[in-house]
């Protein structure tokens, strides 16, 4: 069926839609009924509200076609276009296809996911920008002189006349909740007025000057402009790879182009965004979970009008609108997050190279420590490979140590070695970083007379003591029950709390050191819009002694005062479940270790074991990531692993532990009945974590040498879940690139 595009005209065609939801099918309608403004039915790509059962649905035009198979009689119309020029632009619309197709998702949902949520129900607000205002003269007299009695107004008049260049009404929503009606009054006194947009800023900073390497990377990528090439930018961490990318988005801007810049991590964008801020002459478009929808939408069509020369974002970020895209830059590439991990799981990373290659421009992946996937493609020569080998300004790489915690008696998880680098550190001034991936008090609440352990009720899972609030909650589901004063199975009142998470350390710490400054980072600590900022400027101003925290800390932050790293437990990750925990630890080890040292003074980092004669820890004390991953990479290779093979995982879930089993047992017999070939189907198998919020979880693995064979099957094997009744038991989802196997 050929897709006709906006301005040729047919009469009265069928217009195929895509219907949020579960069915990969398309959906016909007629053309709304005619009316005098809508002479031309909507083009593909336009959003659309049509009936749909007993309700109405947005949906999206993807085709025009000539006939249905559907009686004509119960062919309807769709009741309205809901704009006048599509949302989403041919390429987003080839995009998002090419997307459904690979990862056998339906559609409609992947529409959906690349809207902004705003434009997923009828009528999105209006993103009109909020005014901005000024103090007039007499409002600089008044705001000197005091206006008496009414405290709002002179605190928005001594706020506004702060800023001589205006305030976004917004700000002044920190001042106080009610401001409406004071800055109403002060207009109407005259003493404020609105102020002129500010052009963006006409004079930027200019960076420091490229060294070699940074040049080279610079100039083989720049070159490529114009033409489709995929580039691993692999530079450890501080050599300077961001500025390799403004380099590069100036010389895309200069061109009257737009850089599409994705990160793992919205807690990286604040940083991010100031330095782009100060350094491109134009406005950047910010894209993650943590707007509103209206900002988000905001943003969102800046990035479409081509106002905005850089579109910065997490993952969903991949399909913003860029009308005149010119380069996009995935930095982190090797940070699981990019991947979507429920519903139309897709990996932005991947997206981001497909997306490069259909709009004919570079794109750069960019890490201290690659994916294996990345390596492997760059191995073989699909990616052209840059390096960074050395730290931007001549700070030294940070040196890596193993601690023996089995020898060296541990208190609250820091060993005495440990301890007694710290305070070395500290009395010479400089900060230390601690990293311990597991948040709250303790992660086990045992019975010391009879062993018993708080469980959670509905995970295969135990409930993490979050001591402070006096709680014991589930990191898996949620749940949350207050702390028991006796257990559960004897009464006995000697309960325990085993074990370590970051708000016992930070108290242990704050005995060890009182006169130092903890700073505690995790999930718990920033919850509040804003506060892992404030945190990060108490690091970075250097009030702060210690930084204490999860994987938040782990990734791209720049702390240039650390010179101390401790990881507090390495072992977790040495004897994970799934295949890839070395490659996982690894990054990490080495990432926690990168914020180490990246001012003047050497960094150091002590690695907490009880492994310490394992391989892979002694491997990367002794090697550089480029080795480990080598090893790494060969271990994949013999064991048949993704990269050495293509992987996708069918997963069902249910309330009853036999049904999703059941499903996924049919599954392997459809496949085995369609006869497909070249695909070895490992399981079915609970998941490793069986049972989750109540739900009993299974797994069907695929995998293939060649993702050839691969997709046929899960093209056999789709049609046959949106039917059988096996699978209507269950919620099933394909995964194609699972990066999380739990
Ligand atoms: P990465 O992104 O690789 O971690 P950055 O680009 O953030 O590295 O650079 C690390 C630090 O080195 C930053 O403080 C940056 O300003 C500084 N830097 C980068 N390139 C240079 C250079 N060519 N000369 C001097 N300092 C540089
Ligand atoms: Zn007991
Ligand atoms: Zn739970």
Same mark, same amino acid.
Request: one cysteine or more; hydrophobic letters at 40%; aromatic letters at 6%.
């Given at each position: 069926m050929a897709v006709l595009r906006a301005g040729r005209s047919v009469s009265a065609p069928i217009l195929r839609v895509a219907v949020p939801g579960p069915l990969t099918r398309l959906f016909d309608y007629l053309p709304p009924v005619e009316s005098a403004d809508s002479p031309a039915p909507p083009v593909p790509g336009t959003r659309v509200l049509v009936p749909f059962g007993r309700s109405r649905r947005v949906a999206v035009v993807v085709q025009w076609g000539e006939r249905s198979d559907v009686a004509p009689q119960r062919l309807r119309p769709i009741e309205r276009a809901l704009e006048a020029s599509p949302a989403l632009p041919h390429d987003l619309m080839? !995009?998002?296809?090419?997307?459904?197709?690979?990862?056998?998702?339906?559609?409609?949902?992947?529409?959906?996911?690349? !809207?902004?949520?705003?434009?997923?129900?009828? %009528?999105?607000?209006?993103?009109?920008?909020?005014?901005?205002?000024?103090?007039?003269?007499?409002?600089?007299?008044?705001?000197?002189?005091g206006i008496a009695g009414a405290p709002v107004?002179?605190?928005?008049?001594?706020?506004?006349?702060?800023?001589?260049?205006?305030? %976004?009404?917004?700000?002044?929503?920190?001042?106080?909740?009610?401001?409406?009606?004071?800055?109403?009054?002060?207009?109407?006194k005259a003493l404020v007025e609105p102020a002129p947009r500010e052009p963006i800023a006409a004079t930027t900073r200019s960076g420091p000057a490229l060294h070699d390497a940074q040049s080279r990377a610079v100039t083989a990528i720049a070159d490529t402009l114009g033409v489709f090439a995929p580039f691993l930018l692999h530079g450890v961490t501080g050599s300077g790879k961001t500025e390799v990318y403004l380099s590069l988005i100036a010389t895309v801007l200069a061109q009257g182009r737009q850089a599409l810049v994705l990160v793992p991590e919205i807690g990286l964008t604040p940083q991010l965004l100031a330095r782009f801020g100060e350094r491109l002459a134009t406005p950047v478009a910010l894209l993650h979970s943590g707007l509103t929808d209206r900002e988000r939408l905001a943003a969102w069509r800046r990035a479409a009008s081509g106002e905005a020369g850089v579109v910065l974002g997490t993952r969903s970020a991949v399909f913003a609108p860029l009308p005149a895209l010119g380069l996009i830059i995935v930095d982190e590439e090797h940070d699981p997050s990019l991947k979507q991990q429920e519903g139309f799981r897709y990996h932005a990373r991947d997206l981001a190279v497909i997306r490069a290659q259909r709009a004919a421009v570079p794109v750069v992946l960019g890490s201290a420590t690659p994916s294996l996937e990345t390596l492997s493609n760059a191995r073989r020569g699909a990616y052209a490979t840059v390096e960074l080998d050395e730290r931007a300004g001549?700070?030294?790489?940070?040196?890596?140590?193993?601690?023996?915690?089995?020898?060296?008696?541990?208190?609250?998880?820091?060993?005495?070695? #440990?301890?007694?680098?710290?305070?070395?550190? !500290?009395?010479?001034g400089g900060q230390v970083l601690l990293f311990l991936n597991r948040r709250g008090w303790a992660p086990t609440l045992i019975c010391d007379d009879c062993g018993w352990t708080a469980e959670c009720s509905r995970c295969d899972a135990r409930m993490t003591v979050h001591r402070r609030k006096g709680r014991l909650r589930c990191h898996h589901c949620g749940a949350d029950a207050p702390e028991p004063t006796a257990c559960a199975d004897c009464a006995s009142e000697a309960l325990v709390h085993l074990g370590q998470g970051t708000e016992r350390v930070e108290e242990a710490l704050a005995e060890q050191f009182p006169a130092v400054e903890t700073i505690r980072i995790d999930r718990d600590s920033t919850r509040r819009r804003g506060a892992l900022d404030a945190k990060l400027k108490r690091v970075r101003s250097g009030e702060a002694g210690i930084l204490l925290g999860t994987?938040? #800390?782990?990734?791209?932050?720049?702390?240039?005062?650390?010179?101390?790293?401790?990881?507090? %437990?390495?072992?977790?990750?040495?004897?994970?479940?799934?295949?890839?925990?070395?490659?996982?630890?690894?990054?990490?080890? #080495?990432?926690v270790a990168g914020r180490a040292g990246r001012g003047e003074?050497?960094?150091?980092?002590?690695?907490?074991?009880?492994n310490p004669e394992h391989p892979l820890l002694q491997a990367l004390i002794a090697q550089g990531y480029g080795q480990v991953a080598a090893s790494l990479l060969e271990e994949r290779a013999e064991a048949g692993f993704p990269p050495a093979a293509h992987m996708a995982l069918i997963r069902a879930e249910a309330p009853h532990a036999e049904a999703p089993e059941q499903c996924l047992a049919a599954a392997r017999e459809q496949l085995e009945a369609a006869g497909v070939v070249g695909v070895e189907v490992f399981g079915p198998a609970p998941a490793p974590l069986e049972r989750i919020a109540g739900r009993y979880r299974a797994q069907l693995a695929l995998q293939a040498p060649t993702r050839a064979p691969l997709h046929a099957a899960l093209r056999q094997l789709r049609p046959w879940l949106e039917e059988a009744k096996p699978a209507r038991r269950v919620r099933w989802s394909i995964d194609v690139d699972p990066v999380d196997l739990t």
């Open positions: 080839a !995009l998002a296809e090419w997307a459904a197709g690979y990862y056998h998702h339906p559609l409609g949902e992947v529409l959906s996911a690349m !809207l902004p949520a705003a434009l997923r129900r009828p %009528d999105p607000p209006d993103t009109e920008e909020p005014p901005r205002w000024r103090l007039t003269a007499a409002g600089r007299d008044t705001c000197a002189a107004q002179q605190r928005l008049l001594t706020f506004i006349g702060a800023h001589p260049e205006g305030v %976004d009404q917004s700000a002044l929503k920190t001042l106080s909740d009610r401001y409406h009606a004071p800055l109403r009054t002060l207009q109407a001549g700070a030294k790489p940070p040196r890596l140590e193993l601690v023996d915690v089995r020898r060296r008696r541990a208190r609250e998880g820091l060993s005495i070695p #440990l301890i007694e680098s710290m305070q070395a550190e !500290l009395d010479s994987q938040m #800390l782990a990734k791209g932050h720049d702390f240039p005062g650390v010179t101390l790293v401790g990881v507090l %437990d390495a072992d977790r990750g040495l004897f994970g479940a799934d295949f890839r925990s070395a490659e996982h630890l690894a990054q990490t080890v #080495l990432q003074r050497p960094g150091r980092v002590l690695i907490q074991t009880r």
